[in-house]
């Protein structure tokens, strides 16, 4: 299958500055790619839905000036969790919807974010 | 509204039996089907997908079918092994306009050598 990867695997930061992590569809191009946060022993939750050349679609509830996506070409969208504090500390994964009639979608390994 | 549900929640078997997963889902006009595979603190890898119009797919050891009538999807794993323990997520995808993606909770397989 598709392959999609994520970057970096794990960060941990001080609370107030900032992060961010990348996803790259390595074998494909993804007009779509969708961030998705995890929290221990749940499933998982849509943050946002990134399209490539236009602002995000962010899911209700979550701040789109504290997780900011930006999908600036079609192998490279990013999520930058701005001032982050402890609360933000979870599971980030991503993933990339391959081209054509079929929707199967990739998912990057997935980011560990931990804030101090 | 669709909702997914997994059941078991959590399952254990001794190595080389057959098994059964299921995924349940309130609302039969979705675009696909998909099941994935997570490892504990990984991302998830796609097993199997399968379009609303198809009624299986299989994959090595792995078959899913999809009955959207009911609304019920099942995994079958043949002769699992200790490397098939991992979370298995079931994942609906709407048909119509807003194709968003309604995730199960996942079951725990565990299997044990």
């Known amino acids: 299958g598709a392959v999609v990867s994520q970057h970096p695997s794990w960060v941990i930061c001080k609370s107030g500055t900032s992060v961010k992590i990348e996803c790259r569809s390595l074998?494909?191009?993804?007009?779509?790619m969708f961030w998705y946060r995890q929290f221990p022993k749940q499933s998982l939750m849509l943050m946002a839905t990134s399209n490539e050349g236009s602002k995000a679609t962010y899911e209700q509830g979550v701040e789109k000036d504290k997780f900011l996506i930006n999908h600036a070409s079609l192998t490279l969208s990013t999520l930058t969790v701005t001032s982050a504090h402890p609360e933000d500390s979870s599971f980030y994964i991503c993933?990339?919807?391959?081209?054509?009639?079929?929707?199967?979608?990739?998912f990057g390994e997935g980011s560990r974010l931990t804030v101090l | 509204k669709q909702e997914v549900t997994q059941i078991p929640a959590a399952l254990s078997v001794p190595e080389g039996e057959n098994l059964v997963l299921n995924c349940s889902f309130t609302?039969?006009?979705?675009?696909?089907l998909q099941w994935f595979r997570q490892d504990p603190g990984k991302g998830l890898t796609s097993l199997l997908l399968i379009q609303s119009s198809q009624r299986e797919q299989t994959s090595g050891r792995l078959n899913a079918s999809l009955d959207k009538s009911s609304g019920r999807s099942t995994l079958y794993i043949a002769a699992s092994q200790p490397g098939d323990s991992a979370t298995y997520l079931c994942a609906v995808r709407r048909a119509g306009n807003n194709r968003k993606l309604i995730w199960g909770l996942g079951t725990s397989l565990a299997v044990n050598p």
């Open positions: 609302d039969s006009a979705i675009y696909n």
């Open positions: 074998d494909f191009q993804a007009t779509t």
């Open positions: 993933s990339a919807r391959e081209g054509g009639t079929s929707g199967e979608l990739f």
